[in-house]
């Protein structure tokens, strides 16, 4: 029973990586295993799937019209969605599919910065070569015959190649991972808690205005909750000068975690207020509401 505790504990830690955000916060993930992107990609293929299945009936009704214009727009939507699905869900606030959302899964770049849109464009295009290309040649070439067997045994070992990358580096990245510096993680969705700032007492009574409360959004406030869950005076310490600077706030005879504790509870009611109005932040470098 201990063996069985000690091996699970070495597995759990044997994909758990170190990511330090701008701010300095040492974050601990979990990395998606490859089951787990297996089944957010097959998903996702079948979402595709579908939406292909209803642009051809749509091309088969519009066909009977002789419309060019239409069928040209439906040729577009093919390219767009065997292009474009990847890119612009990851690019979004969630970044991850549908697929991914459904399997607790994002994509988050390496350095701990903010997933721009080149590491999303770079990890996704690869996956024409990765994916697209060698499956697609497999299918063509069979369909006509079999062709060349030095041909089909090329295009075979093409696709292993990739199909087997993951299984041969620790971070269990595809290439496209590898180059755009992107890792894929497990991250079950959160919801901001009402028990978390009230569990702590003491301190100086803080008041923040509305813009020192603004300054950050959901992904910030998720991640200073887990700094507070965590208890760690030093990761406390170096979150609360980041925000005191932020904000423009001295520093004070108080405690991190109490400060951390009353700006979370300030901030978490003002964003659970704003709402209620529609007005919604994913992180601090979003501008809209």
Wanted: aromatic share 10%; with cysteine.
């Amino acid at each position: 029973m201990a063996e069985r505790a000690l091996r699970h504990r070495a597995e759990a830690a044997a994909t758990r990586r170190s990511l330090v955000t701008p701010e300095g916060v040492d974050l601990s993930l979990r990395l998606a295993d490859i089951g787990q992107r297996v089944a957010a990609f097959a998903l996702d293929l079948i979402i595709m799937l579908g939406l292909i299945i209803v642009l051809l009936i749509l091309g088969a009704a519009v066909a009977l019209t002789g419309s060019e214009v239409a069928v040209i727009v439906l040729l577009l939507g093919f390219f767009l969605l065997r292009n474009f699905y990847f890119i612009l869900m990851e690019m979004g606030p969630r970044a991850a599919t549908f697929g991914k959302r459904a399997a607790g899964l994002r994509v988050v770049a390496r350095s701990g910065e903010r997933l721009t849109a080149d590491r999303v464009i770079a990890r996704n295009m690869l996956r024409e070569i990765e994916f697209y290309l060698p499956v697609s040649f497999l299918f063509f070439n069979g369909a006509e015959g079999g062709g060349d067997a030095l041909t089909s045994l090329a295009g075979l070992g093409w696709t292993c190649v990739f199909l087997f990358f993951p299984f041969f580096n620790k971070d269990k990245m595809r290439v496209g991972d590898l180059l755009a510096g992107t890792w894929v993680v497990s991250a079950p969705r959160k919801q901001l808690t009402y028990d978390l700032a009230r569990s702590w007492e003491g301190g100086p009574d803080y008041r923040f205005t509305d813009a020192q409360l603004d300054v950050y959004g959901v992904f910030e406030l998720q991640t200073l909750e887990q700094v507070l869950r965590d208890g760690r005076e030093e990761a406390a310490a170096t979150v609360a000068a980041a925000i005191r600077t932020k904000i423009g706030m001295a520093q004070d005879e108080g405690s991190d975690l109490a400060f951390l504790t009353a700006y979370y509870d300030a901030a978490r009611t003002r964003m659970e207020r704003g709402l209620l109005f529609g007005k919604r932040r994913a992180d601090k470098f979003d501008k809209g509401v």
